[in-house]
C-alpha cells in the first residue's frame, strides 16, 4: 500500500470532520507531532491558495484550524449547499455575532431560558464554539457561521465588526429585538427581557 502524504491525509481529515479542530487534535488522530502538523497545516494552506479554479481554503480561528469554502464561492452557492437555521435560533446567532465573545449569561438574560435550547442547537449546526469561563461559558461564531452568512472573515474581531455594519447600513435586527439588546455587557440594569417582543416560530 502507498504511503500518504500528510498534507493530503490532513485535508481529507479538515474536510472529513466538517468543523474546525485543533493542532493537538489533529496529532493525536493522525499520529504526528505538533510541530509537523503545524508545518503541513501551513504548507497545505499554501496548496489550496495556488490550486488553480479550487473552492476550498485553510482557515486558522484562534487555536483551531478548519477547511472552508472560500467566500467569494460560497455566495454562488446554491441554496441546497447551504445551512438553512431555523427561524428561532436567527435571533440567538444574531446576537453572539453581535455581541461576541458574549457571556452565556447575557444571552438567557435577554432570551430567556429558552436561550439554553438556543445554544446548544446552534452548536450542534457548528455555528458557535462555545468556551467555559467561570459559572458562565463564552459564546464565539464559527467559521460556519462566516460561510452562512456570506461573511468573508473568520476571524471573531473582524465577523463582529462586520456583522455590526450589516445591522446599521441594513437594518438587520429592526424589529427583531429592542435598542436595549444592543448595548454591551455591563450596560443594562437588570433583565431586559420584558423588553423585547420576539414571537416564537
Wanted: glycine letters at 8%.
Amino acid at each position: 500500500m502507498t504511503e500518504v502524504q500528510l498534507d493530503t491525509l490532513l485535508e481529507a481529515t479538515l474536510f472529513g470532520a466538517g468543523k474546525s479542530m485543533t493542532v493537538s487534535e489533529l496529532s493525536e488522530s493522525l499520529g504526528y507531532d505538533e510541530d509537523e502538523m503545524l508545518d503541513s497545516l501551513y504548507s497545505l494552506r499554501s496548496t489550496l491558495k495556488r490550486r488553480r479554479g479550487g473552492a476550498l481554503q485553510i482557515a486558522e480561528v484562534g487555536d483551531r484550524w478548519a477547511i472552508e469554502v472560500k467566500p467569494d464561492i460560497a455566495e454562488h452557492l446554491p441554496k441546497e449547499a447551504k445551512t438553512e437555521l431555523p427561524k428561532k435560533l436567527l435571533k440567538a446567532a444574531s446576537l453572539i455575532a453581535y455581541h461576541q465573545p458574549m457571556a452565556q449569561s447575557r444571552l438567557i438574560e435577554l432570551l430567556g431560558q429558552k436561550a439554553y435550547d438556543y445554544v446548544r442547537e446552534l452548536a450542534q449546526y457548528g455555528m458557535i464554539d462555545r468556551r467555559r469561563d467561570g459559572n458562565t461559558r463564552r459564546l464565539t461564531t464559527t467559521r460556519r457561521f462566516s460561510e452562512s452568512f456570506g461573511c468573508p472573515y473568520t476571524d471573531r474581531k473582524k465577523v463582529r465588526e462586520w456583522f455590526r455594519e450589516q445591522v446599521q447600513n441594513t437594518g438587520l435586527l429592526d424589529g427583531l429585538v429592542g435598542k436595549e439588546v444592543l448595548k454591551e455587557e455591563g450596560q443594562s440594569q437588570g433583565s431586559i427581557q420584558s423588553k423585547l417582543n420576539f414571537e416564537e416560530e
